[in-house]
């Protein structure tokens, strides 16, 4: 039967439909695939901003925090040896997202401190990539994050709180946990509700594990050295069938250098490490970025995101973010550059 006039209308309208860029109620472009290393526009049409990044998926709805970076890159004096540019601090930003392609900015979670030099909040000093957990048993969400001094000679793990994963997140303190040095770090909450900060220590030497308490709010006593003088930075952890992996960098400021992977048994160790995860043209340089989350992909138990980002030392606002599929290998896992990728593939 030949289809009538009016069927072939609608059904060659609604193919013109779906062939051509969806666009959201603020009029802003959908996203329907992950195109690393480009610009990601939030659902307003504004370049995500939330480097460093940090995720937690609470009640269907997924929270990406992270650093603001906004204004004029500068070279403090202090830094000049090794590179170690900066943008005035601003705070923490929050998007929210139902499908990981479309992210609404849910605006500032934790705000800076302009007017007080001696708050660990203060413009001038830096906060580096907050994490976020729910704590179920006090119904808080819990950030932690990297304070530093300008010259990154503070070398303390801050945490702040909040009744709502948008925020305000309201600052507690900073701290040196169990009296080491913590400057690049994340949190891994496990299976059994007790929770890990995980830093880069002892002048970015060899990393920690601490046992966080309770409430999350501050570290414990039970800690653990790991990676002896491998110098690891960027930390990520995620968990497959029972192990837990990690994934770092090394340890060279804003420039790119080789990933690290490593699996233990137990999270407090013994960590094995398993060499550089990522494989193919400048898999040396990590795609030209460096590791701060690893996600869940949604749906699955065996799909796992690397989540990047591709600093922009010169123009720091400028920074990029590098979203590419894990794959699961018998020992380990790698990370594979794609121009373009979906999560159905
Ligand atoms: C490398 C760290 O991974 C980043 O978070 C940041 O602290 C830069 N160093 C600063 O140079």
Known sequence: MKPSASL?????????????????????EAQNEFKPGEIWNDTAGAPINAHGGGFLLHNGVYYWYGELKIGKTWTPESNRSWGGTRVETVGVSC???????????????????KDDPKHDLYKGKVLERPKVIYNETTSKFVMWMHIDSENYKLAHAGVAVSDSPKGPFHYIESTRPNDSMSRDMTVFKDDDGKAYLFYTSENNQT??????????????????????GRS?????????????YLMASGCTGWAPNAARSAVAENIMGPWKE???????????????????????????TDSFIFVGD????????DSRYLWLPIQMTEKGFEVRWHDTWKLEE
């Open 95 to 113: 998007y929210s997202s139902s499908n990981l392609y479309n992210w609404k900015n849910e605006g500032v979670a934790l705000a800076a401190v």
């Open 274 to 300: 398993l060499g550089n995860p990522c494989i193919g043209p400048e898999a040396e340089i990590t795609y030209r970025g460096q590791s701060a989350y690893i996600l869940k992909a949604p749906g699955k």
């Open 232 to 244: 690891m930075e960027a930390p990520s952890v995620f968990k497959y069938k029972g192990r837990y």
């Open 8 to 28: 072939f209308l609608a059904l060659s309208t609604a193919t013109l439909f779906l062939s051509s860029p969806v666009s959201n109620s603020q009029g802003a």
């Open 207 to 228: 990393m920690h594990i601490a046992l966080l308490s309770k409430d999350y709010l501050k570290p414990t006593s039970t800690f653990v050295r790991v990676f002896e």
């Open 310 to 317: 591709r600093w922009n030392p010169h123009n720091l606002q």
